[in-house]
């Protein structure tokens, strides 16, 4: 007979309840995002973007959390697609800038139903989500700020 495990059943673990969620929000996403064109990547690109229009490649990456090996491909897509252009800073020529087209822009518009229906989907009230959503860029940034001890 085995000893009972030490650690929690997998339905008590914060990990796999993040991870499963985080599926569930990803499978939601996609037939909103299919008929826009937009991997759910490249949905959280545009987001930024239509907040911000003329951001640096730089400041985007840091906003999603995303290196520039997995950044520059998502920008190339987005970029043929025709929704946005990447311009050098003329006042600094290392840096490229994110410039949304006039396709980009307007894609705002088609886009503006998922929010809602995401919201919909939660069964949650706006006071929930917005409750929600402060708690888990919390956790986010407690969890990047942590440096584990050595076992």
């Known amino acids: ?14 990990c796999y309840a993040l991870y499963a969620t985080s599926l569930a929000m990803t499978k939601l996403y996609k037939p909103l995002l299919d008929p826009l064109g937009l991997t ?31 950044l520059t491909p998502l920008l190339k897509r987005l970029e043929s697609q025709g929704l946005v252009q990447r311009l050098r ?4 020529e290392r840096r490229v800038l994110l410039q949304l087209t006039g396709a980009g822009r307007a894609l705002r518009e088609r886009a503006a139903t998922v929010p809602r229906t995401i919201a919909e989907a939660s069964g949650c009230g706006l006071d929930e989500l917005a409750r929600l959503t402060t708690e ?7 969890l990047t700020e942590f440096t584990p001890r050595a076992a």
């Open 40 to 70: 759910y990547p490249q949905y959280l690109a545009m987001l930024v973007l239509w907040e911000q229009d003329g951001i640096g490649v730089t400041q985007l990456g840091e906003r999603l959390a995303l290196d520039s090996g997995t």
């Open 1 to 14: 007979m085995s000893s009972p495990s030490p650690l929690p059943p997998l339905e008590r673990q914060l």
């Open 89 to 92: 800073d003329t006042r600094d």
């Open 136 to 142: 888990l860029h919390a956790l986010r940034r407690r």
